[in-house]
């Protein structure tokens, strides 16, 4: 094997191996970006839920009911505490 062949095994090996290098780093980058989204996302959605008693209020006025404010706070909390179940269970 001549020297400028030993050069070039040993350059491509070297170029090679940085691609390898950035394409695992970018890889390791993208599932951990998804992962920490992810996170953040159900964080949010935890705290701050979508679902409103306003909301729920427009709901039930447009199936046709007439519901007291009362009736409205008890659909909101179950429906609070059934999502935060249903977050303890995907955390176990």
């Given at each position: 094997m001549s020297v400028v062949e030993?050069?070039?095994?040993?350059?491509?090996?070297?170029?090679?191996?940085w691609i390898l290098l950035v394409l695992v780093?970018?890889?390791?980058?993208?599932?951990?970006?998804?992962?920490?989204?992810?996170?953040q996302f159900e964080?949010?959605?935890?705290e701050h839920p979508r679902l409103t008693p306003e909301a729920i209020r427009e709901m039930?006025?447009?199936m046709g009911q007439k519901p007291s404010e009362?009736?409205?706070?008890q659909t909101y909390r179950n429906i609070i505490k059934q999502s935060k179940?249903?977050?303890?269970?995907?955390?176990k």
């Open positions: 030993k050069l070039r095994r040993k350059l491509f090996m070297t170029t090679f191996l780093a970018l890889l390791g980058g993208l599932v951990g970006g998804v992962f920490i989204a992810r996170k964080k949010e959605i935890g039930m006025s447009q009362a009736k409205i706070q179940a249903a977050a303890t269970k995907a955390k």
